[in-house]
């Protein structure tokens, strides 16, 4: 999945054709305009208030505290980048707008568009981090409300993706426990438990991780079944033959490959004959490989937040981990639901 100059006219198309067009402008300043518009748009609450149909600049500036002047410019810029549309003398809702931007809609990516004001911050020590090689270590200098903001954004996307995470994650008959390592909001794993009833899980991660995320999990209405367990992966006692599957979806990426090789062998102690590791990750591309745009933008970024000696995994490398642990891997699936991401299982034997 990539973004680029897309025309829309003939003559614009042919400019484009003709290299006349300076993509690199497109590339920066156009997705940076049109980023931070629809971000905006969420942040100030546009969307939200026409969730009950059609209204006017001067309605909406009232409802979201704004300006009226410079609201109708953010909401004439919204239609013509398909967000909104005009509407009598207004403006309505468009279909994308109402699927993925509403509070409350059961596809909401909202509150990750809320994140994207603090993670754009975090971008502009982009140039800094390559110069200097020092990572934001951002978990550590991260405050309450961000962290709160943090695992919403990780919610949203799950959302996105727990459907299709659960019906391809591999599920032995008869499984009963389940831990989701790095698990935060616990989404997918409550996905996995609602699709198998026999299934409970632990959700494990970092203390102060588990009591932001503690109301967001509670949301998932499943009560004792699905549950959180203060721990740090790092050094955490698995135990032994415990786990039917162990889930860990987005943490490869904030450990080294000493932590993630030595994370791997406690995981395949802990998993019962039979049992699965599935990573869950953006894949870098092999050395030798061509790399899609979602998995090297987010490769540089990811190592931009963390820590030193931290970034994403080619498939490789995830599966030599497993195999090293003394798993076979299986070969690895792609998540159609998150563009970039792989599902990388191993099953214990
Ligand atoms: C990118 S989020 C992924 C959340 C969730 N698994 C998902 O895919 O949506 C990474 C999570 O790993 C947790 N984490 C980071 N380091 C950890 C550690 N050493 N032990 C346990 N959890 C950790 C973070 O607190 C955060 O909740």
């Known amino acids: 999945m990539k973004i680029g100059a897309i025309p829309e006219t003939p003559l614009e ?6 290299g006349l067009v300076p993509e690199p402008i497109v590339d920066t300043h156009a997705a940076m305009l049109l980023a931070r518009t629809v971000m905006a748009g969420a942040e100030l609450g546009v969307f939200d ?9 001067e309605a909406v500036a009232t409802a979201c505290g704004a300006a009226p002047g410079p609201t109708g410019l953010l909401m004439e810029a919204l ?13 309505a809702l468009t279909g994308r707008s109402r699927k993925w931007l509403l509070a409350d809609a059961p596809a909401s990516v909202r ?12 971008l502009e020590e982009l140039e800094a981090f390559v110069r200097t090689g020092l990572p934001l270590e951002f978990h550590d200098a991260i405050s309450a409300a961000e962290l709160d903001l943090y695992h919403r954004g990780m919610r949203a996307l799950a959302q996105v993706a727990g459907g299709e995470v659960a019906r391809r994650t591999p ?26 009833p026999g299934l409970s899980a632990e959700v494990m991660d970092l203390p102060e991780a588990v009591e932001a995320a503690a109301p967001i999990l509670a949301r998932e ?9 203060a721990g740090d992966a790092t050094t955490a006692d698995l135990g032994s033959e415990r786990y039917d599957l162990v889930l860990m979806s987005n943490l490869a990426h904030h450990l080294d490959d000493g932590q993630n090789r030595d994370l791997a062998e406690r995981v395949a102690r802990a998993l019962k004959p039979g049992g699965a590791f599935v990573i869950q990750e953006p894949a870098r591309a092999e050395p030798s490989g061509r790399a899609g745009w979602a998995p090297a933008l987010l490769g540089l970024y990811f190592a931009l937040q963390s820590r030193p000696g931290v970034r994403t995994w080619t498939v490789a490398e995830m599966a ?11 070969r690895a699936k792609p998540l159609l639901t998150a563009p970039g991401w792989v599902q990388q299982a191993a099953i214990r034997y």
């Open 320 to 330: 030599g981990w497993q195999a090293a642990a003394g798993l076979r891997p299986r």
């Open 221 to 229: 209405g499943l009560g004792q079944r699905v549950v959180h367990r």
């Open 49 to 57: 208030a026409l969730a009950k149909g059609p209204l006017g600049v």
């Open 171 to 196: 599920v032995r008959r008869g499984a009963t426990l389940m831990l989701d390592i790095g698990g935060s909001h616990g989404h997918y794993a409550a996905e996995l438990c609602r699709r198998h």
């Open 13 to 18: 198309w042919l400019a484009l054709k003709l």
């Open 111 to 122: 509150d990750k568009l809320l994140l994207q004001v603090i993670e754009w911050r975090w």
């Open 79 to 91: 239609a013509a980048c398909g967000y909104l549309r005009r509407r009598g003398g207004g403006f």
